[in-house]
């Protein structure tokens, strides 16, 4: 009796070393486990030895490197049919990607701050605060700007709360809307890739 064996493929996979495996980009169950284990050793991409490389598979391909391992197994692909292999190589030793790290943080903190003031000067904040202090009498006391303060902290609270994280931790196990944003990006992106490719594949191109 051939052996059940499933198979949950995810759409999206990253590897940084040039050779993937099913296990990479499969879950595998089944009831023998020195059998699953074979499986998801199997290698079923390889990669050139530069720095990125994309490759796009589907579950015909994933069902063809394990039925020539196991040529008697019942296989189930459950998840996405057609997906993605992405080869990242890892160099912790790369300048240039920090410096680039770098760049990108103080042009975001400079386009942010600036962002920051343009709204400021537009609803005229400072006038909001004079018109406070009026109102509860404190305008002919010296300027202690507890105004200001107070709303510089409630601004700085207002984005670690809106971007859920704070010093490399997040504050809760709940999706912020960036990420929710980013995970539909890649989606997209995904799916594109898998196009394009599709597409050539049919036209004969290589």
Request: hydrophobic fraction near 40%.
């Amino acid at each position: 009796m051939s052996e059940k064996i499933y198979i949950k493929i995810k759409q999206q996979n990253s590897v940084e070393e040039p050779v993937a495996y099913i296990s990479d980009v499969a879950g595998v169950y089944c009831k023998n486990n020195q059998l699953k284990k074979q499986i998801e050793e199997l290698e079923l991409a390889h990669f050139e030895t530069g720095i990125y490389e994309t490759k796009v598979y589907d579950a015909l391909n994933v069902v063809q490197i394990i039925r020539e391992e196991v040529p008697d197994a019942d296989i189930e692909c459950l998840g996405d049919s057609d997906f993605i292999v992405q080869y990242k190589k890892h160099d912790s030793k790369n300048v240039g990607h920090w410096i680039k790290v770098f760049f990108v943080c103080i042009i975001t903190m400079i386009g942010s701050g600036y962002g920051i003031i343009a709204y400021n000067n537009d609803v005229s904040t400072t006038d909001i605060f004079d018109r406070i202090y009026e109102l509860f009498g404190a305008s002919s006391y010296e300027p202690s700007n507890i105004m200001e303060v107070a709303y510089a902290i409630g601004l700085f609270v207002g984005i670690v709360v809106f971007y859920d994280h704070f010093a490399g931790h997040k504050l809760s196990k709940a999706p912020t809307p960036l990420e929710v944003e980013m995970d539909k990006y890649n989606k997209d992106v995904a799916d594109s890739v898998i196009d394009r490719k599709s597409a050539g594949k049919e036209r004969g191109d290589k």
